[in-house]
């Protein structure tokens, strides 16, 4: 049986790419390297950690040494482990490491270095990378380890995500396509995902976004599995908010999921809005992340963080919550789970 691991399930390590110089953190690099050592030093308390960097001596001295600390040389584009890192599936009771290709959600940024970044680091790992022909990015699944599998139409749609490669081409743009060429599309594109990551279903929705997402509606953004019958997903209480309406009705869309296969779901709060030079940033408390024994949660500097806490506190009773400021990642339009990658059980370092 081939199935894509679930992040709940027991890790070996996280893998996180350091800002350097030459990324979009570049105008607020001392504040960005401060966020990712807090990161970092959070999740070595729980299991090993991998920090990819430009040069390991300049970013190793941030660090006191700790035995779940390692590090690894490569010059990525920027920092968005999430979607450029390999993604752990089993197959037959063995662990593959599948290199999907990484295009910058469609060709939105430079990204050839991130795509080359996991072959680039077969070497430390030991078990073997291989490459599959497909673009897809991390954030844009979510499995509840037992073949079902979340994604969001929006995102599987785009014909700038998924592509020529794979014959899975959405239709050129043009006043004339028709809404039974995008469904097609779309029907494939899933098939194909079934294929790759052994999925007995794929629920997408077809509602959700967060302003200021560049990626197309990642389901890491929007909703989560706690466990293999428990979701977390984003509720807007705010009428007024723009959010409120598409976030209804994808509340609306996973209640009728939670019915079809008995799934329990849990509201997070939305935060209240914050902004960067006048741009609204996707804030959101659904981009956790698990480690071993705990999971890390985002936080705004919003009224609602307390909130979200202590949803996670009471979800969450084996685990311990962390708090993670995260104030400093939205301005790049991504958070906590988009700037790592966890690594399942089985898969080791190779220093």
């Known amino acids: ?54 040069n390991i001596e300049y ?61 680039n680091l077969t070497k430390y790992y030991d078990k073997e990378v291989i490459k599959v022909d497909f673009i897809l990015e991390g954030g844009g699944v979510e499995s509840n380890g037992e073949g079902l599998i979340l994604t969001t139409s929006r995102c599987m749609q785009n014909r700038n995500n998924f592509k020529s490669t794979t014959k899975v081409v959405a239709p050129k743009e043009s006043k004339n396509h028709t809404e039974d060429t995008i469904l097609t599309v779309l029907d494939k594109t899933l098939t194909t995902l079934k294929n790759h990551l052994g999925a007995k279903n794929i629920l997408s929705l077809n509602h959700g976004y967060l302003k200021g997402d560049d990626t197309d509606s990642h389901i890491d953004t929007l909703v989560r599995f ?11 209480q705010n009428k007024d908010d723009e959010h409120y309406n598409e976030l209804k009705l994808m509340e609306d869309e996973l209640k009728i999921f939670a019915k079809e296969f008995k799934l329990k779901l849990i509201a997070l709060p939305f935060p209240h809005a914050r902004y960067y030079d006048d741009e609204r940033l996707p804030a959101t408390y659904a981009n956790f992340l698990f480690v071993n024994g705990g999971v890390l949660v ?41 700037v790592t990658m966890n690594f399942s059980r089985g898969v080791g370092i190779v220093i």
């Not at 006191?64 to 920092?79: G, K, R």
């Not at 752990?88 to 910058?104: A, H, S, V």
């Not at 936080?299 to 963080?305: I, K, L, M, R, S």
């Open 59 to 119: 970013v190793k001295a941030k660090f006191i040494s700790h035995a779940n600390l390692y590090f690894v040389e490569y010059e990525s584009d920027d920092t968005w482990a999430r979607d450029c890192s390999v993604l752990c599936i089993e197959d037959e009771d063995e662990i593959k490491l599948l290199d999907f290709t990484f295009d910058g959600w469609g060709g939105k940024f430079e990204a050839t270095k991130d795509n080359k970044m996991s072959k």
């Open 226 to 236: 706690c466990d293999e019958k428990t979701i977390m997903y984003v509720k807007c």
């Open 298 to 338: 985002p936080t705004y500097g919003v009224d609602e963080d307390e909130k979200a806490l202590e949803i996670f506190r009471k979800t969450f009773k084996d685990r311990e919550v962390v708090a993670i400021d995260c104030q400093t990642l939205i301005r790049q339009h991504g958070s906590l789970h988009c």
């Open 1 to 54: 049986m081939k199935r894509l691991i679930a992040e709940f399930e027991e890790q070996s390590f996280t893998q996180i790419i350091f800002p350097h110089a030459k990324s979009d953190w570049a105008e607020y690099l001392d504040e960005a390297e401060e966020n990712f050592i807090e990161i970092i030093n959070a999740i070595i308390k729980f299991q090993k950690c991998l920090v990819v960097c430009v």
